[in-house]
């Protein structure tokens, strides 16, 4: 084995280089190692491996910058050295230089700490953890004067670093991020170092060696944990021998950290006994636990064990309401690994990945293969997930036929007779019963098939019946306890007494149920409640119950044993003070896993330099002369696209798509084109923008600004006037925009004279392009395109607090189609020139007919008001609402209103690989186009910077990349797109959703806003038998959706209220005369009140009905007649 091999261990390779003739020479021998295995059949095999030892391994290895040691030249890229090489510690005089010039806040005593593999796994957290070196415990400026907080000095094994790999990605990586950031200091020769890990390359060093003879019958995991052990001792051994030989006068102490009970037995069994040595050890082993609650007895200051990991319910504590003698036991074991593996072989279990739904973690589905098929198979109740998180890989174990269940129709059909899902009921969390209005949603929840080709449905029988299987969770193959979660924490002094007859909230029953206070008088065990609901309530164990309390903080899962009713997990970071603007856009953007990190190093480095000028290059064509122009909105930065428009001599028209040529700048398979296919998408809040490509892309080099030389990809077409394409062109090219309009200026071009017209380059493209546009869109409308709606709204922020001072109506011009029916023109273009090309390659976008069941709700409350809809095809219900419309025509809302709930019968579209369907399920419904993709907006979406490389290849002017040959990685770069899109979208909606409240609260400051009274149209209304009387609402000057609840009704069977589930109406006649009061049915028009309300550390969206009257709350109406009383008082003043 290569000196490199030995010293760089089990470090990133990428980011290490190597000089042998820098290294001391070696002496090598090899260590036989013999095990002798048990095969199925009954026979004994040997099995010998030999492993190659030395004695120049010294003390560990560092990794320092490159100019340190005299190596490489060094390679800085904004400020930062990313050129490091490893520096072995030859002596123990170097190794107590090192720890000893480490940053510390431990006085004269120097620690080191040897840690094994659960430490690496588990408490990564812990060892991330830096505090400032003056000891006042607050954070300093961009991490300066920052040391470990739990030793000078931390030793990671070879053996544990190699386990971590193997059980753990994602903490491995974490872990050779710490080791890279020891390079930020010096190598021990001057200066103080701020952080300090060392490798030590136990597995190959001849002093950490196990004998072959002390371990005969042991297993792997003990061989490595005596030698982790071994490790500790020989630091230990070594910094007491140093001391003494030299009469040194200062306390060092070795720490093997384990949370290994009988490894940490072991350790003081093991060692020699020596009176002259403290303690009579070389080293002592601690758990984390115990080391941190020592380093916190020696600095109060340090808060740090609240992030020390947690693997049982704490039965040292005391529990307020529980009798902590007997534990309950809440859910099954899971099964071995051993006879999982078996099951797993024999088909009694499967293996896939547990999927909570969005809306409950009592309810998930796991995807399992049976034959070529994959299959989702639900899960339901506590008993059957059986500890399962979202994102875990299970065994699942199926159900008896018998259990599983109907049909999604049947279900639908049983949520229209009231009956749902029992369990997520009693927990409140259906989003039905929630008080809190919203943001309308614009789509339908994607479903699995649409998601991902997963079948939901099995046929059970030889007729076809159609059931949707269920199953039950045997055993975790692997956790997915790697992520943070946002949210809040619930303690029983913050619950507010309620009346005799209110219903406590869940929180307050959970909250009630699960605080503690342990027996140590330090920590208590308080209920984490996260805001993604796909999460159960976390208990944590903290020190600072009161300062967490109304804050939103970040939470890790550790562990979750039966006897605990939750998952265990441990505090990580605060963000903010709960309802605040900046604290709510960081949990959300946590929330939606929204990547908003700066951009690395190794991405800037390849950006071209900062004074790089496009000009023409070979192979481009050069449509300078050519007048071209773009359409955005006002304040645009990022223009993906241009148009340009002219005559030519035949009497034809040239028309033009050009889209910023984003491939040239992002090479395939470099360090940028993996950070935008990771993050997929730009994510837009209604007060930032979170880019996917850095910003010399993004806004200058990649945006075709006016007056500018640009690089882009071009599709021109020469049309005739009546908008038949006659011929297709696709060049790479350069072009130079004469203007970049906004919608409203290219409105008043349109709609200028066209005797004015004559000499004014830029209204003559822009007529001409508005002539081509309306006959594409008439031409898409026959062939059964859809016109459809949306609620969005936008906001005024104030220039200086960004804080919503008013709510807009987005306002629409001609020049909006005129744009979209070139962008579409262009995609479907595209799309049909790839596939050609690569008909199993493609990387298309479709969206699947809605299913029928989703339609019907819509199509029955649409009959009341004599509306027919009819959805056997995308024409036939383009027509059926533009019908409607017409019979609607005395209130132009209810049109629009029923374009929005159409929408929100259909499934949002998909990105996929040709190669993954049949050609039939390639078809766009909503575009009623047989192929469709994404080619116009590479600056801010992957899936167009594919289809680019996909076209140039396709056109000869640049060879397809590797990675797009292959349909396994094109599913799973179409199943990240969707991914990341998916959560763009509802990051938008949160960050909406955010303002909104705000808005309706007065502001943060208190400025604008405040309560408002509005029209609003009923989209709903609860006929249920044992429902509360409710109906749903949409406030179309806000875009806000909510329930409006007659809770003041006294009953659920009063007498006097009439429940007409055909009519979808809610009616209450008086109790005397019997005559009708009032009553409310879909689509009618009432007057509501929308208000903030605060409690439990969130604000809520509230909407009160005021007209009618006879059934509005007497309370609200009294509050608006005080409030109207007071203001016609203050105007006569």
Excluded at 321 to 330: F, G, L
Excluded at 797 to 802: G, N
Excluded at 906 to 924: I, N, V
Aim: with cysteine; charged share 30%; hydrophobic share 35%.
């Amino acid at each position: 084995m290569s000196d490199q091999e030995n010293d760089a261990a089990m470090m990133d390779e990428d980011q290490i280089i190597m000089d042998d003739e820098n290294q001391p020479s070696s002496s090598l021998h090899t260590l036989p190692t013999r095990r002798f295995y048990l095969t199925r059949r009954g026979k004994i095999l040997q099995s010998t491996t030999e492993r190659y030892l030395r004695d120049d391994l010294g003390y560990g290895t560092m990794l320092v910058p490159s100019t340190v040691t005299g190596g490489k030249s060094t390679e800085t890229i904004a400020g930062k050295i990313v050129n490091l090489v490893p520096w072995t510690i030859e002596s123990v005089s170097s190794l107590w230089n090192v720890v000893t010039s480490t940053a510390s806040s431990y006085g004269n005593k120097v620690r080191l700490a040897v840690i094994d593999t659960n430490v690496l796994l588990h408490h990564m957290d812990v060892l991330e953890y830096l505090r400032a070196s003056d000891d006042d415990g607050n954070d300093d400026k961009d991490g300066e004067n920052k040391h470990i907080a739990i030793a000078n000095a931390i030793v990671i094994p070879q053996t544990a670093l190699e386990e971590c790999r193997h059980r753990s990605l994602v903490m491995y990586r974490r872990a050779t991020d710490l080791i890279r950031s020891s390079s930020s200091g010096e190598d021990g020769s001057g200066g103080k170092r701020k952080i300090c890990f060392i490798v030590f390359a136990d597995v190959h060093h001849s002093d950490t060696q196990i004998k072959a003879s002390d371990n005969n019958d042991s297993i792997i995991n003990d061989e490595n944990d005596a030698r982790l052990r071994k490790v500790a001792w020989f630091y230990g051994n070594a910094l007491y021998n140093h001391l003494h030989d030299r009469s040194m006068d200062q306390d060092a102490e070795v720490v093997f950290l384990s949370d290994d009970v009988q490894s940490r037995k072991l350790a003081l069994l093991e060692q020699p006994s020596d009176d002259n040595v403290v303690d009579g050890v070389y080293y002592k082993a601690r758990s984390m636990r115990q080391h941190v609650a020592l380093l916190q007895k020696e600095d109060p200051t340090l808060h740090l064990l609240d992030m020390v990991a947690q693997f049982n319910s704490a039965p040292d504590s005391t529990n307020r309401s529980v009798d902590n003698a007997s534990k309950e036991i809440y859910y099954s074991p899971h099964i071995d690994s051993s006879d999982l593996s078996y099951g797993l072989k024999s088909n009694r279990y499967y293996q896939g990945t547990y999927r909570s739904n969005r809306d409950s973690h009592t309810e998930g589905y796991v995807t399992i293969r049976r034959g070529e098929d994959r299959v989702a198979v639900v899960v339901k109740g506590s008993d059957d997930i059986n500890r399962a998180v979202d994102g875990d890989v299970v065994a699942i174990e199926l159900h008896a036929i018998d259990r599983w269940l109907g049909s999604a129709e049947e279900e639908q059909s049983d949520k229209k007779k009231g009956v749902g899902n029992k369990e997520s009921d009693q927990d409140g969390e259906s989003a039905k019963e929630s008080p809190e209005a919203g943001i309308a949603a614009d789509t339908a929840e994607p479903t699995l098939k649409d998601i991902d080709n997963i079948a939901e449905e099995v046929a059970v029988d030889e007729e076809g019946q159609l059931r949707r299987p269920t199953g039950k969770v045997a055993g975790i193959i692997r956790r997915n306890f790697h992520k943070n979660y946002c949210g809040s924490i619930c303690t029983i002094e913050k619950v507010e007494k309620k009346e005799d007859n209110d219903t406590p909230h869940p929180h307050d029953v959970i909250a009630e149920k699960h605080e503690r206070e342990h027996a140590d008088g330090v920590t208590s065990t308080v209920v984490f409640f996260p805001i993604d609901n796909r999460i159960p309530p976390i208990l944590l164990r903290t020190t600072q119950r009161d300062r967490l309390v109304g804050m939103r903080i970040l939470v890790s899962i550790d562990s979750w044993p039966a006897d605990s009713e939750y998952p265990l997990g441990h505090y990580v970071k605060t963000l903010g003070v709960t309802g605040t603007k900046d604290t709510e856009t960081q949990v959300l953007l946590q929330e939606f896993r929204i990547p908003c990190e700066p951009f690395p190093a190794k991405v800037l480095a390849c950006l071209p330099p900062a004074d790089y000028k496009i000009e023409l290059e070979p192979g481009r064509l050069d449509m300078r002369h050519l007048p071209v122009l773009s359409i955005d909105p006002p304040g645009c930065k990022d223009i993906d696209d241009a148009l340009h428009c002219i005559e030519l001599p035949n009497g034809n028209w040239q028309c033009g798509v050009h889209i910023a040529d984003v491939t040239h700048y992002v090479e395939a398979g470099s360090a940028i084109d993996l950070e935008a296919a990771n993050r997929s998408t730009s994510t837009y809040l209604v007060n930032k923008r979170l880019d996917m490509l850095p910003s010399l892309l993004t806004t200058d080099l990649c945006s075709l600004k006016g007056n500018v030389d640009r690089f882009a990809f071009s599709v021109l077409w020469e049309v005739t006037p009546e908008a038949e394409v006659v011929d297709v062109e696709f060049h790479k090219s350069i072009i130079h925009s004469i203007a970049a309009l906004t919608y409203q200026q290219a409105q008043s071009l349109i709609d200028k004279p066209d005797k004015d017209c004559k000499d004014d380059i830029q209204a003559g493209a822009v007529k001409r392009l508005a002539v081509l546009a309306r006959k594409f869109r008439e031409r898409r409308i026959r062939a059964g395109a859809l016109t459809l709606a949306s609620p969005e709204v936008k906001f005024v922020l104030d220039s200086e607090s960004l804080n919503p001072t008013d709510v807009q109506a987005y306002t629409l011009y001609e020049a909006n189609a005129l744009v979209e029916e070139f962008m579409l023109l262009a995609n479907v273009t595209v799309s049909k020139k790839i596939l050609r090309h690569y008909p199993t390659l493609s990387v298309l976008r479709r969206h699947p007919a809605p299913n029928r069941s989703m339609f019907d709700g819509l199509i029955q409350k649409a009959s009341t008001k004599g509306v027919s809809i009819c959805i056997d095809d995308s024409k036939k219900l383009a027509d059926s609402l533009d019908e409607a419309g017409k019979k609607l025509s005395d209130n132009p809302y209810l049109d629009k209103l029923i374009r929005i709930l159409s929408t929100r019968c259909m499934s949002p579209a998909q990105y996929f690989c040709s190669g993954e369907y049949q050609a039939k399920d390639w078809h766009h419904y909503g575009l009623a186009a047989p192929v469709y993709t994404h080619f116009t907006s590479p600056i801010r979406r992957y899936a167009d910077v594919c289809v680019h490389r996909l076209l140039a290849a396709a056109i000869g002017v640049a060879p397809l990349p590797v990675f797009l040959s292959s349909k396994s990685h094109l599913h799973d770069l179409a199943a990240n797109m969707n991914r990341r899109h998916r959560a763009a979208q509802l990051a938008g909606r949160a960050s909406v959703q955010l303002h909104t409240l705000i808005f309706f609260a007065g502001g943060e400051e208190g400025e604008g806003g405040g309560a408002k009274e509005e029209d609003a149209y009923v989209l709903d209304v609860e006929t249920s038998p044992n429902s509360e009387p409710s109906f749903t609402v949409m406030v179309p000057r806000y875009g806000i959706e909510g329930r409006v609840r007659l809770s003041h009704i006294a009953a659920k069977d009063d007498e006097n209220l009439i429940r007409d589930p055909e009519k979808h109406r809610l009616a209450y006649k008086d109790a005397k005369s019997g005559k009708m009061k009032a009553s409310v049915a879909v689509f009618d028009k009432v007057r509501v009140k929308i208000w903030v309300r605060s409690s439990r550390d969130r604000k809520e969206l509230i909407v009160d009905l005021l007209e009618p009257r006879a059934l509005a709350d007497p309370a609200v109406l009294e509050e608006k007649e005080k409030r109207t009383t007071k203001k016609k008082l203050k105007t006569k003043k």
